[in-house]
């Protein structure tokens, strides 16, 4: 049998109770569907058909009580009528029991099952706010909001703990104090409450203040009378100033507390100065103190009449995180190093400053390249890359001192800048002291090995140049530097800007040549040892500038590459041989070099479909031709493509083979078909034996793997006969047989040697010997 709540209260106190759990429907409602809402962003991110019946129960179960308290406020009560009040007591404990227990059970499922972030935040962030509302709105009737609360709190505790987190474990102990407070504020609040209702002319009065104690609890606040005695006090506010005013506020002057806890030194002095100067100062104001705990405190204060109100606002974790993103905004997170943003304004500074002081001094800054350090990275790993960069940073750290301004502009360039005090001769002795720096090798995890870096130098006297201008010629010394082989410094000079233009004039022609497709194509012959037949054709893109004249390969080809250009003229040059292909014999052939930038940017197996596709060449007519230094770089990519163009049945060659790295760990695992012995082991086997026998060997190891060897450069007839002697090289390229020729000249040459008796030695074509080479 249902008994009401409250029998010892008189009727009329009772119903007015019972009418306040039917107030602000409206409330209800919205709460009910915002939190119907975000059940169903969390079955969004989860896809669970638990949440979203979870959702649909809320919009139900909402639109029930919403239509009960609608009959309640249509229906006519009794002042008196204790068992009409009982009864909708009942109804009102079915709807809000119902309603917290789809609280509990949505927390419940998310750390349980779904255990997701967004899950256990949303559900974990509601139910906890609607709990404040329930201690708000059901505090009148003791049974009905002990009923939501237990409903909510018990399984949200359960899924907290067995959550299988630690921590989220640990705070659901947190919130058990949390849960208990309820019924003792509640309770507070509904004598609050039973007094109100007996004096209703008050009632609007009371609410208005209620609500603004709920608003302000979670900050300090002092009030002051007109005698700057402490008037009112929270536990708050006693709380953050415990350190130099313990024990209780009421009564005590504010001014004598701040002096005595200014003479302990629990206050520091501008502190307690900040804070009275805002006090005295008519109409108030903001000030935030920073206390002797290393905590700050943000004050406001306002003053009316003769009284004052001090809120008090612990903003310590704020202030810890502004400086966190202060730091992080200037500083490199991974050496300490300033970063380019915190550089860039420091060495603007110092410029402006030079153009308006007219010093004469000179200022000199440097930026400082790890040589191959992607080839660490690859090899090595991130992590110990990673210590690579500190241990670089440290290093120049130690051997520049504070004098100099060291940050790292991104990835493995850092940037040095000094000003004031510097000679001409420290652009040679900076540089050679941080070369003799990385001199010595690197110890990391274990692995030790060495570090070469490569430094370009650019000085300023007047400050005329702007830092891009530095950072511009810089970049050029720097350049310069890697281009004389790496591991050394270089200085500024002008000659370095006329070729810094004349590439930047090149990019662009490059570009507009590529966009119009005037670039074209030669073909150099590869021809069989043995039968003197042309078998394939190397295609090689050919730039004839209409100003500049022809420019070599070894120019616009690493443009192409810094540019980004250089896969489209991949895509072209893959195009345009493999439809000229279908022009000569069956048994000829085409090969195409492939760049490692082509690897790490573009969809190579897709281009060489493509290529295939579109000019009907068989798959076994093409042969796909890469660098040790591609292959090394982007080791994983190429590993992936040529596995995938392998099985196609295309050919793939290394390239150059004996200029990188020549490691035989990569003839083992990539799928080669062919070894393209590089020139330089073919240039004096006339005249060195030594080169002879090296080349000999490296045919042989070709050989051994089963892989087609050719070899690269051979110009002369003493050159091809001492190959076709010593080794077993199965295919010529070079000068002898011909130059890279237009696709007319070269299906004429693969005709006349087709033609030729395969016993019949090569007379070293003299029309084509004497050709232009290129």
């Known amino acids: 049998m249902f008994e009401p709540a409250h029998k010892s209260l008189p009727p009329i106190d009772y119903v007015s109770m019972i009418r306040s759990l039917y107030a602000d429907r ?8 915002g939190s119907a809402v975000a059940v169903a962003l969390t079955w969004l991110e989860s896809q669970s058909p638990v949440l979203l019946a979870i959702a649909i129960a809320f919009v139900v179960v909402g639109t029930a009580r919403n239509f009960d308290m609608i009959t309640f406020e249509r229906a006519e009560h009794d002042e008196t009528d204790v068992a009409d009040a009982a009864r909708w007591e009942r109804r009102a404990m079915i709807g809000s029991g119902a309603i917290a227990l789809l609280y509990g059970s949505w927390t419940l499922y998310s750390f349980l099952v779904v255990n997701t972030f967004f899950a256990e935040l949303a559900s974990l962030g509601v139910s906890m706010s609607v709990l404040v509302g329930v201690a708000a709105r059901n505090f009148a009737v003791e049974r009905v909001m002990m009923t939501q609360v237990m409903l909510i709190c018990i399984p949200t505790w359960i ?4 959550d299988g987190h630690l921590y989220t474990a640990l705070l659901s102990f947190v919130f058990l104090p949390y849960f208990a407070s309820l019924r003792r504020v509640a309770g507070n609040v509904r004598v609050i409450l039973l007094r109100a209702v007996r004096g209703r002319l008050e009632a609007s009065r009371l609410a208005a203040e209620l609500d603004a104690a709920l608003e302000t609890m979670q900050h300090g606040i002092c009030m002051l009378d007109a005698n700057g005695l402490v008037a009112v006090v929270n536990n708050r506010a006693e709380a953050v100033f415990a350190g130099f005013a313990p024990g ?10 701040i002096s005595a806890g200014e003479a302990r030194g629990s206050l520091p002095k501008r502190a307690a100065q900040q804070l009275m100067e805002t006090l005295e100062r008519p109409g108030g104001g903001k000030v935030v103190l920073r206390l002797s705990d290393g905590q700050f405190c943000e004050v406001t204060v306002s003053s009316r009449q003769d009284n004052s109100v001090l809120l008090f606002e612990d903003i310590t974790e704020r202030v810890k995180s502004e400086e966190r993103i202060n730091y992080m905004a200037h500083y490199d997170t991974l050496t300490g190093l300033p970063n380019r943003a915190y550089f860039t304004e420091q060495v603007e500074g110092d410029l402006d400053r030079r153009r308006h002081g007219r010093s004469g001094d000179i200022a000199m800054l440097m930026i400082v390249d790890i040589d191959d350090f992607k080839h660490v990275n690859d090899t090595m790993g991130h992590l110990i890359g990673d210590r690579v960069l500190v241990e670089t940073s440290e290093r120049l750290s130690r051997v520049l001192g504070r004098d100099s301004l060291v940050a790292r502009l991104g990835g493995d360039e850092y940037v040095v800048y000094r000003s004031g005090g510097v000679k001409l001769s420290d652009t040679i002795s900076d540089p050679q002291a941080i070369l003799t720096a990385f001199a010595g090798a690197f110890e990391v995890s274990g692995e030790v090995f060495s570090v070469n870096v490569s430094i370009g130098v650019v000085t300023v006297s007047d400050g005329a140049d ?4 530095l950072m511009t010629k810089a970049d050029l010394a720097l350049y310069k530097a890697k281009a ?10 002008d000659e370095m800007d006329t070729d810094y233009r004349y590439r930047q004039r090149l990019k662009a022609d490059l570009k507009q040549t590529v966009a119009e497709g005037r670039l074209s194509l030669a073909y150099q012959p590869i021809v069989d040892l043995r039968s003197r037949r042309v078998v394939s054709c190397e295609a090689l893109a050919r730039w004839h500038h209409p100003e500049l004249g022809s420019i070599p390969p070894s120019l616009f080809i690493p443009i192409a590459e810094e540019t980004g250009l250089i896969s489209e003229i991949s895509a072209w040059v893959l195009k345009s041989a493999t439809q000229e292909c279908r022009n000569w014999p069956e048994e000829v052939s085409v090969s195409v070099n492939i760049s490692a930038r082509d690897f790490r940017n573009a969809d190579v197996a897709a281009m060489v479909g493509e290529a295939l596709r579109g000019s009907g060449l068989a798959p076994s007519r093409l042969e796909i031709e890469v660098t040790e230094t591609a292959v090394i770089e982007e080791r994983a990519a190429a590993t992936h493509i040529l596995g995938q163009l392998a099985t196609q049945g295309i050919g793939i060659a290394l390239d150059d083979f004996g200029t990188g790295y020549s490691s035989l760990s990569y003839l083992q695992a990539l799928p080669f078909t062919k070894l393209k012995i590089d020139r330089s082991f073919v240039m004096d086997i006339g ?6 026998k090296l080349l000999s060997n490296v045919a042989q190891l070709g050989k051994d793997i089963n892989l087609t060897v050719t070899a690269e450069g051979v110009e002369t007839e003493e050159q091809l006969n001492l190959i076709a002697e010593h080794s077993k090289v199965d295919q010529i390229q070079g000068y002898l047989f011909g130059v890279p020729l237009p696709r007319r000249e070269v299906a004429e040459l693969i005709a006349r040697m087709a033609a030729r008796s395969p016993q019949r030695q090569p007379e070293a074509l003299p029309m084509l010997a004497n050709r232009k080479r290129g």
């Open 466 to 469: 702007d830092l891009d201008a």
């Open 484 to 493: 004389l082989g790496k591991g050394q410094s270089q200085v500024f000079h």
């Open 159 to 162: 899924g907290m703990f067995f």
């Open 26 to 33: 409206h409330s209800q409602l919205l709460g009910a569907y």
């Open 687 to 692: 005249q060195n034996p030594r080169s002879l």
């Open 248 to 257: 209780s506020w009421t009564g005590r002057p504010f001014a004598a507390m």
